[in-house]
């Protein structure tokens, strides 16, 4: 997990100045040693030009310390936190980052993006359903304003670059092009095909808090090595009438019932998702994805046939907590479809991000000057 000033939601939005936080676990439980870097990114994610001088007080490269061996669990592991202002190293620009985690052997294991932000300027946003008759029904379109009053703009089309997020999902990350029109001091974006986004549908949700037994959309425990959780089958929502669930958007917490600190005394778990088959999901690939794994599709989330069950099933080892998850799919040819058992409704509850980034002429890299946010359930005509 990476979050910002002690907010355990997976979208670490870090004012400058404040405290960044990442958390994991080594399972192999083995005293391995870890060491984390700070990568400098340009907006749109892409290589900075700036040394590390330019943008942090101190250095990196450093061994994590600070670390604590699990207490009363089944599944024995080491677990690290690593907090951002420390005595050696200190951020001191804002923009785009990547927090790198590398083993002794200089392998990548862990990496994350998180976002600084100094705001001298304000967006506001706001949700509309879709202009156009054909997704209108599905889609939801983001629009904002922004105020230049106090930014120094000769060129306001190459100094300004904005890009907009669905959720905490950093894959719907998109640029949002220029401008519609200006009024007075603000610059208006409305009905953009850029900005336009498919709706989804609510998050599936579970929790093994209680890792010992069902509830919270746990069907049943089993026990061997570990606890086995048996999640209850979900259906093919895509073409059925919407129903609104309350959900976190794909995120997940980490907590246990079992003890008083979740990040040494939950337990792992092995969790089995399943999905009731039906002729057409056999054209492709599927997968259970949720901010747990950052919505990465590979073969350990994969849903395999069972013809034993007549389902789609996936198991997958997971920390104790509540957890957000839904389905995905990858045809043949290798084009995803996020929607294909979900389905998309102009209803569904989501949030968006606005990101604003400023580059002063002659700068060589893109600050963050402000950052806007709107939700879905107040959705606007």
């Not at 389905?343 to 509850?349: A, N």
Request: glycine share 6%.
């Amino acid at each position: 997990m990476l979050y910002a000033n002690e907010k355990t939601t997976s979208l670490p939005i870090v004012p400058l100045g404040s405290s960044i936080t990442m958390r994991f676990d080594d399972l192999n439980a083995d005293d391995s040693a870890y060491f984390y870097t700070i990568e400098r990114a340009n907006a749109n994610w892409g290589k900075s030009d700036l040394f590390k001088a330019d943008f942090m007080n101190g250095y990196d490269d450093i061994r994590i310390q600070d670390y604590a061996y699990s207490l009363g669990t089944l599944q024995p592991y080491i677990h690290y936190t690593l907090r951002i202002p420390n005595a050696q190293t200190r951020i001191t620009k804002s923009g785009n980052y990547f927090l790198n985690i590398w083993d002794e052997q200089r392998n990548l294991i862990i990496q994350r993006r998180f976002v600084v932000v100094e705001e001298t300027t304000q967006v506001g946003v706001r949700i509309k359903r879709a202009q156009q008759i054909e997704d209108i029904e599905t889609h939801q379109s983001v629009h904002f304003s922004l105020s230049t009053e106090g930014l120094t703009l000769r060129v306001p089309e190459e100094q300004l670059t904005l890009f907009v997020m669905q959720n905490q999902h950093w894959q719907s990350w998109r640029p949002a092009g220029n401008a519609m029109y200006t009024l007075g001091n603000m610059l208006e974006f409305t009905y953009k095909p850029e900005t336009l986004y498919a709706a989804g549908n609510e998050y599936h949700f579970f929790e093994t808090q209680d890792i010992r037994g069902g509830g919270g959309n746990v069907a049943y425990v089993l026990r061997d090595s570990l606890f086995t959780s048996i999640l209850a089958p979900q259906w093919v929502r895509s073409g059925r009438p919407y129903t609104y669930a309350p959900d976190i958007n794909g995120d997940f917490r980490i907590n246990t019932f079992q003890g008083n600190n979740p990040n040494t005394e939950s337990d792992y778990s092995n969790v089995l998702f399943s999905l009731f088959a039906e002729d057409f999901l056999f054209n492709a690939r599927h997968f259970v994805v949720g901010d747990f794994n950052q919505h990465i599709k590979s073969d350990k989330n994969e849903l395999k046939y069972n013809s034993d069950s007549g389902r789609f099933e996936a198991q997958l080892l997971l920390k104790q907590g509540i957890y957000n998850y839904t389905f995905t799919s990858k045809d043949n040819d290798g084009v995803d479809y996020d929607n294909l058992i979900s389905g998309s409704y102009w209803p569904t509850e989501n949030t968006y991000w606005v990101f604003v980034y400023y580059r002063p002429i002659g700068g060589r890299c893109d600050e963050l000057i402000a950052i806007g946010s709107a939700n879905s359930k107040d959705i606007g005509l």
